[in-house]
């Protein structure tokens, strides 16, 4: 029997990507697993590619998962989902921040009809919106969903009333914080709400509500404890003021109307707190430490913890309180609490009353936060008017006091011999862990030897904790893991998170709650919004929420014996005139094991399967085999058809079973095997088979699955592709196939896809010399399909394609591509607002947005139009609510402090879409009015000091007005924002180079202009 070695067909290129599994193909061949060429710059995954610079690592590391783990995305393209919840049975709620909460259902698809819609309420701005659920301890039994949220000003202020308007929106103003519960139809699959189950546990009012008074820093999380009360997360509200209503509304108290950041530091309000309430009632406990019996919604009943600036995520370890409401013990608690300028803090603690020190520390240090002392006004001073003591009340810094080993000691700073009695003090509570904003600085609390407090960097040998040190700039909190699916090393560990860095590290405790170590994890997971652990098998999942907020919904997993393979699709190109020749590429592909890959390519226009990795399609197409009658060369010999060991039916060769590669099974193919009269083979000659049609049609394709390889032959030893015209077989010019064919492999059931252009013909066939012995040498056949052009005009269409791989193991992932035919992207350039207009930072700034829009095959009426808003926080974002329409009315966000030494700015996105989807996207960027050129500080000081320079004296740095190529952007947004290079570093776009410029910013006379 002749053999033949099979040629090795894939290429090793970088993995790209992960999605979700779905069922396999059945082609084997091998994926490698290598790195990119070295003169190719690394593809940012996780990472936006607006923030390569911010140390996005290459593709093949995007996640960078310890060994055994494995990422997969499981859905893409969430709007705004920021949280989630998991219900028994295979269900995923998804919390949009506009206000559903969506179903992400057991296949991996969102059910079309949300849980429930509630943003008609939900007040979409900023950072705020309905940022948390959590499912009641007994909600198998009982359904009960809570919901936390803010309130659209205008639905808290004017619902129920004559003055509401379903339509109307208040954002950018002072409103409340809400908390809601809801009753699940467990019994009918726990996919809709009870009607009329709506109860307000917190915020009936604007004067009941958690007060949100800027644009940041409001509601976060929801979690019960182990005693079945329900703890809450809120701000401390004073990031950016929204306004000056809250008082004369009574979203405060006149006592909350404090500089920024004590009201964490006042025991009577709900900001900068964890709250703990009863569930069903929204009251505050008595186990709470601060619980006024004659009061049991008053602020300071539910406060639990204080001290917080911005704990917006936080996780309860299971099994580490009392199931006993009144031993107030609802379990430990690692709380993110995101830092100002300066650190982050991860804090366990479990006391209530534990103050965590915001404002008058960040992190491990004192804050700085002036060297005026603030009075607290829940704290009268015993001893005023006794022996000269001025002093009305006590100061927020004379009832908080660092760590020490030493007694703690409060002394009345009127006469220190006195300590202060009547009103609640405290000993700073310091965190697990901080880490700086600048440079690489993780450090950890320690005592020094007197016993005072002091810090280590993780990493120096008294620190006591083992690992490398980090840094980061948004704490955002994680999960305890329990232990389930992945190694017992994990079991207790804490997964947390940090958005800025995008990093997950695994933090390990000791029996004293004391930090042990920290390892990294995920270093590079995206912009992180959620982590948490299924309960149902110990698997992770988060949320990247990404620039725009189209997050993905990720699914951390753990095999100890096999990693499930990467299935990356291209198609190439993704849009053209038809005909057109497509290239749908897998070869990014690739197992981590190295495992053989199979590989399965499905289309959407009917076209048949392929199982090559690589494969061209000349589109637009469609399969026309059922429309013709199979011929053979063996229906022209006496007794017509097959003679041979294969099914002799013709049928076999279009009934759609196509044998995995190397199968045995002969009954499933055709051969031209025939013998005469006497017994022997009366072939000679040529061999073919094809297909006869009614009518002439226009083919473009053949699939050509070949049977088993006898002995004997059962293969073409020369092929060309014939077609009939007016009764006459003519070979076919310029056709390709992949792989090649005859070459020098022989595996039996393979698969090759023939290609060639677009010819005329009734009739289609194979055609050439059989492969064998002598006149045995004959042709096997499995599957044979034909691809034609369809008759007739078709519109402007998109074909989309599915590639499906699996590995010899079974684990299985897909990938999705699509291209369209006949039509363009549209074009979009932004012209209101421009780049470098500014916003102001005392209120929002109306814009009214406008672009200039086209398409050469659709109407100006058939482009579907968005804009969004979104805040650049150094290496963060900020993304703002879409908003349809192509010339919308927003407001810029007062956000952003020209002394904070925090960069911020304002993208302001338009995308235009045309009806099948392809689009195009323009920005402009806008800055703070006090820090146009972004370097954070004030503008005015840079001028004063000499650092920039101001010819005019206009109050605007001489480097955002220059514009040396003309193109109506100052020459330093031009550099800031990627729009010109700027190679030699001066400032200017490249372009510029060797141009003499003026003061007012223009060309001089006679200088060379720049280059276009």
């Given at each position: 029997?002749?053999?033949?070695?099979?040629?090795?067909?894939l290429?090793?290129?970088?993995l790209?990507?992960?999605?979700?599994?779905?069922?396999?193909?059945?082609?084997?061949?091998?994926?490698a697993?290598?790195?990119?060429?070295?003169?190719?710059?690394c593809?940012?995954?996780?990472?936006?590619?607006?923030?390569?610079?911010?140390?996005?690592t290459?593709?093949?590391?995007?996640?960078?998962?310890?060994?055994?783990f494995?990422?997969?995305?499981?859905?893409?393209?969430?709007?705004?989902?920021?949280?989630?919840?998991?219900?028994?049975?295979?269900?995923?709620?998804?919390c949009?921040?506009?206000?559903?909460v969506?179903?992400?259902?057991?296949?991996?698809?969102?059910?079309?009809?949300?849980?429930?819609?509630?943003?008609?309420?939900?007040?979409?701005?900023?950072?705020?919106?309905?940022?948390?659920?959590?499912?009641?301890p007994?909600?198998?039994?009982?359904?009960?969903?809570?919901?936390?949220?803010?309130?659209?000003?205008?639905?808290?202020?004017?619902?129920?009333?004559?003055?509401?308007?379903?339509?109307?929106?208040?954002?950018?103003?002072?409103?409340?914080?809400?908390?809601?519960?809801?009753t699940?139809?467990?019994?009918?699959?726990s996919?809709?709400?009870?009607?009329?189950?709506?109860?307000?546990?917190?915020?009936?009012?604007?004067?009941?509500?958690?007060?949100?008074?800027?644009t940041?820093?409001?509601?976060?999380?929801?979690?019960f404890?182990d005693?079945?009360t329900?703890?809450?997360?809120?701000?401390d509200?004073?990031?950016?003021?929204?306004?000056?209503?809250?008082?004369?509304?009574?979203?405060?108290q006149?006592k909350?109307?404090?500089?920024?950041?004590?009201?964490?530091?006042?025991?009577?309000?709900?900001?900068?707190?964890?709250?703990?309430?009863?569930?069903a009632?929204?009251?505050?406990?008595?186990?709470?430490?601060?619980?006024?019996?004659?009061?049991?919604?008053?602020?300071?009943?539910?406060?639990?913890?204080?001290?917080?600036?911005?704990?917006?995520?936080?996780a309860?370890?299971?099994?580490?309180?009392?199931?006993?409401?009144?031993?107030?013990?609802?379990?430990?608690?690692?709380?993110?609490?995101?830092?100002?300028?300066?650190?982050?803090?991860?804090?366990?603690?479990r006391?209530?009353?534990?103050?965590?020190?915001?404002?008058?520390?960040e992190?491990?240090?004192?804050?700085?936060?002036?060297?005026?002392?603030h009075e607290?006004?829940?704290?009268?001073?015993?001893l005023?008017?006794?022996?000269?003591?001025?002093?009305?009340?006590?100061?927020?810094?004379?009832?908080?006091?660092e760590?020490?080993?030493?007694?703690?000691?409060?002394?009345?700073?009127?006469?220190?011999?006195f300590?202060?009695?009547?009103t609640?003090v405290?000993?700073?509570h310091?965190?697990?862990?901080?880490?700086?904003?600048?440079?690489?600085?993780?450090?950890?609390?320690?005592?020094?030897?007197g016993?005072?407090?002091?810090?280590?960097?993780?990493?120096?040998?008294?620190a006591?904790?083992?690992?490398?040190?980090?840094?980061?700039?948004?704490?955002?909190?994680?999960?305890?893991?329990?232990g389930?699916?992945?190694?017992?090393?994990?079991?207790?560990?804490?997964?947390?998170?940090?958005?800025?860095?995008?990093?997950?590290?695994?933090?390990?405790?000791?029996?004293?709650?004391?930090l042990?170590?920290v390892?990294?994890?995920?270093?590079?997971?995206?912009?992180?919004?959620?982590?948490?652990?299924?309960?149902?098998?110990?698997?992770?999942?988060y949320?990247?929420?990404?620039?725009?907020?189209?997050?993905?919904l990720?699914h951390v997993?753990?095999?100890?014996?096999?990693?499930?393979p990467?299935?990356?699709a291209?198609a190439d190109?993704?849009?053209?005139?038809?005909?057109?020749?497509?290239?749908?590429?897998?070869?990014?592909?690739?197992?981590?094991?190295?495992?053989?890959?199979?590989v399965?390519?499905?289309?959407?226009d009917?076209?048949?399967?392929?199982?090559l990795?690589?494969?061209?399609?000349?589109?637009?197409?469609?399969?026309?085999?059922?429309?013709?009658?199979?011929?053979?060369?063996?229906?022209?010999?006496?007794?017509?058809?097959?003679?041979?060991?294969?099914?002799?039916?013709p049928?076999?060769?279009?009934?759609?079973?196509?044998?995995?590669?190397?199968s045995?099974?002969?009954?499933?193919?055709?051969?031209?095997?025939?013998?005469?009269?006497?017994?022997?083979?009366?072939?000679?000659?040529?061999?073919?088979?094809?297909?006869?049609?009614?009518?002439?049609?226009?083919?473009?394709?053949?699939?050509?699955?070949?049977?088993?390889n006898?002995t004997?032959?059962?293969?073409?030893?020369?092929?060309?592709?014939?077609?009939?015209?007016?009764?006459?077989?003519?070979?076919?010019?310029?056709?390709?196939?992949?792989?090649?064919?005859?070459?020098?492999?022989?595996?039996?059931?393979?698969?090759?896809?023939?290609?060639?252009?677009?010819v005329?013909?009734?009739?289609?066939?194979?055609?050439?010399?059989?492969?064998?012995?002598?006149?045995?040498?004959?042709?096997?056949?499995?599957?044979l399909?034909?691809?034609?052009?369809?008759?007739?005009?078709l519109?402007p269409?998109?074909?989309?394609?599915?590639?499906?791989?699996?590995?010899?193991?079974?684990a299985?992932?897909?990938?999705?591509?699509?291209?369209?035919?006949?039509?363009?992207?549209?074009?979009?350039?932004?012209?209101?607002?421009?780049?470098?207009?500014?916003?102001?930072?005392?209120?929002p700034?109306?814009?009214?947005?406008?672009?200039?829009?086209?398409?050469?095959?659709?109407?100006?009426?058939?482009?579907g139009?968005?804009?969004?808003?979104?805040?650049?926080?150094?290496?963060?974002?900020h993304?703002?609510?879409?908003?349809?329409?192509?010339e919308?009315?927003?407001?810029?966000?007062?956000e952003?402090?020209?002394?904070s030494?925090?960069v911020?700015?304002q993208?302001?996105?338009?995308?235009?879409?045309d009806?099948?989807?392809?689009?195009?996207?323009?920005s402009?960027?806008?800055v703070?009015?006090?820090?146009r050129?972004?370097n954070?500080?004030?503008?005015?000081?840079?001028?004063?000091?000499g650092?920039?320079r101001?010819?005019?004296?206009?109050?605007?740095?001489?480097?955002?007005?220059?514009?040396?190529?003309?193109?109506?952007v100052?020459?330093?947004?031009?550099?800031?924002?990627?729009?010109?290079?700027d190679?030699?570093?001066?400032?200017?776009?490249?372009?510029c180079?060797?141009?003499?410029?003026?003061?007012?910013?223009?060309p001089?006379?006679?200088?060379?202009g720049?280059?276009?």
């Amino acid at each position: 029997m002749p053999t033949r070695r099979r040629r090795p067909s894939l290429l090793a290129i970088a993995l790209l990507g992960a999605t979700a599994r779905l069922q396999a193909g059945d082609v084997t061949v091998a994926l490698a697993s290598a790195g990119p060429p070295a003169d190719r710059a690394c593809a940012c995954d996780a990472c936006e590619a607006s923030d390569c610079g911010c140390g996005c690592t290459c593709a093949e590391l995007a996640i960078g998962l310890p060994s055994g783990f494995y990422d997969q995305v499981v859905a893409s393209d969430l709007e705004q989902v920021v949280s989630l919840a998991f219900p028994p049975g295979g269900l995923v709620y998804l919390c949009e921040k506009a206000g559903r909460v969506r179903i992400l259902q057991p296949d991996g698809t969102l059910a079309a009809a949300p849980l429930l819609d509630i943003s008609e309420e939900v007040g979409n701005w900023g950072d705020h919106g309905l940022l948390s659920a959590a499912l009641d301890p007994q909600f198998a039994s009982n359904g009960y969903l809570y919901l936390l949220y803010v309130v659209d000003h205008h639905h808290a202020k004017f619902f129920g009333t004559p003055q509401y308007d379903p339509l109307a929106n208040e954002f950018n103003v002072d409103t409340i914080g809400r908390i809601t519960r809801y009753t699940v139809d467990v019994a009918g699959g726990s996919t809709s709400v009870l009607p009329d189950s709506r109860l307000v546990l917190l915020g009936e009012s604007l004067t009941t509500g958690l007060p949100i008074t800027s644009t940041s820093h409001g509601v976060g999380s929801l979690h019960f404890g182990d005693d079945g009360t329900l703890l809450v997360s809120m701000g401390d509200g004073t990031a950016v003021t929204t306004g000056d209503t809250a008082l004369s509304e009574g979203i405060i108290q006149p006592k909350e109307d404090l500089p920024v950041g004590f009201r964490a530091q006042l025991v009577d309000s709900h900001n900068g707190k964890i709250l703990r309430l009863d569930p069903a009632t929204g009251d505050g406990l008595p186990s709470n430490p601060f619980f006024d019996p004659t009061a049991p919604r008053a602020p300071r009943s539910r406060v639990w913890m204080l001290g917080l600036r911005n704990p917006c995520r936080f996780a309860v370890l299971a099994g580490s309180g009392s199931p006993f409401r009144a031993a107030g013990d609802p379990g430990l608690l690692a709380i993110g609490d995101v830092g100002a300028g300066h650190a982050e803090e991860l804090s366990l603690a479990r006391d209530g009353g534990a103050n965590f020190g915001w404002p008058l520390y960040e992190g491990l240090d004192p804050s700085g936060s002036g060297t005026n002392l603030h009075e607290n006004p829940d704290a009268p001073n015993p001893l005023f008017g006794i022996h000269g003591c001025d002093m009305p009340y006590l100061h927020f810094e004379d009832l908080l006091v660092e760590d020490s080993l030493l007694p703690p000691s409060w002394p009345n700073p009127c006469a220190p011999a006195f300590p202060i009695t009547g009103t609640p003090v405290f000993v700073h509570h310091r965190p697990a862990l901080d880490w700086l904003h600048e440079g690489e600085h993780a450090r950890v609390p320690v005592y020094d030897g007197g016993g005072a407090a002091a810090l280590l960097e993780i990493g120096d040998p008294g620190a006591g904790v083992e690992g490398d040190t980090f840094g980061g700039n948004c704490s955002i909190g994680g999960a305890w893991y329990p232990g389930g699916s992945f190694p017992d090393e994990y079991d207790g560990v804490l997964f947390h998170a940090d958005y800025g860095a995008g990093w997950i590290r695994v933090l390990r405790f000791d029996g004293s709650d004391r930090l042990a170590s920290v390892e990294p994890f995920a270093v590079a997971a995206g912009k992180l919004t959620w982590v948490d652990v299924a309960p149902s098998d110990g698997s992770l999942w988060y949320i990247d929420y990404k620039l725009t907020g189209k997050a993905q919904l990720h699914h951390v997993q753990y095999s100890a014996d096999n990693l499930p393979p990467t299935a990356v699709a291209v198609a190439d190109p993704p849009y053209g005139n038809s005909p057109l020749d497509v290239v749908f590429d897998g070869l990014g592909s690739d197992d981590p094991e190295e495992l053989p890959l199979d590989v399965r390519w499905d289309f959407s226009d009917g076209t048949p399967w392929s199982p090559l990795p690589h494969v061209t399609r000349n589109l637009p197409s469609e399969d026309v085999t059922q429309l013709g009658e199979p011929i053979f060369f063996v229906d022209g010999l006496f007794p017509p058809g097959s003679m041979g060991f294969s099914n002799p039916d013709p049928e076999v060769v279009r009934d759609g079973v196509r044998p995995p590669l190397g199968s045995l099974d002969v009954a499933l193919q055709y051969d031209t095997i025939h013998f005469g009269p006497g017994g022997e083979s009366d072939k000679h000659g040529l061999d073919w088979f094809g297909y006869a049609f009614p009518r002439t049609r226009t083919f473009t394709g053949i699939l050509f699955q070949e049977g088993f390889n006898y002995t004997g032959g059962g293969w073409f030893a020369t092929l060309e592709i014939q077609v009939r015209r007016h009764g006459q077989w003519t070979d076919v010019a310029d056709w390709t196939c992949e792989p090649p064919y005859p070459g020098d492999l022989l595996a039996y059931f393979e698969t090759f896809e023939f290609r060639f252009p677009p010819v005329d013909g009734d009739a289609i066939r194979l055609y050439g010399a059989p492969g064998g012995i002598g006149t045995l040498a004959f042709t096997t056949v499995a599957e044979l399909r034909v691809m034609a052009r369809p008759e007739g005009p078709l519109p402007p269409h998109a074909v989309s394609a599915s590639l499906t791989v699996t590995d010899a193991a079974g684990a299985l992932d897909v990938a999705a591509t699509s291209v369209v035919l006949d039509d363009t992207p549209p074009y979009v350039h932004v012209q209101s607002p421009r780049t470098g207009d500014v916003y102001e930072l005392g209120q929002p700034t109306p814009i009214a947005c406008l672009a200039q829009r086209a398409d050469a095959e659709s109407s100006d009426g058939e482009l579907g139009c968005t804009w969004q808003v979104i805040l650049h926080h150094d290496n963060h974002t900020h993304p703002q609510p879409e908003l349809e329409g192509c010339e919308p009315t927003t407001e810029l966000l007062p956000e952003g402090d020209c002394s904070s030494g925090d960069v911020f700015w304002q993208e302001v996105r338009c995308t235009v879409t045309d009806p099948l989807g392809l689009e195009d996207v323009d920005s402009v960027f806008v800055v703070p009015a006090c820090d146009r050129n972004l370097n954070a500080v004030d503008d005015a000081l840079d001028i004063a000091n000499g650092t920039s320079r101001d010819v005019d004296a206009d109050g605007i740095p001489d480097e955002c007005q220059r514009d040396c190529n003309g193109n109506g952007v100052g020459d330093f947004y031009d550099v800031f924002f990627g729009t010109s290079a700027d190679a030699d570093g001066d400032g200017r776009p490249d372009e510029c180079d060797g141009v003499t410029i003026e003061k007012d910013g223009k060309p001089a006379p006679g200088a060379p202009g720049p280059a276009h």
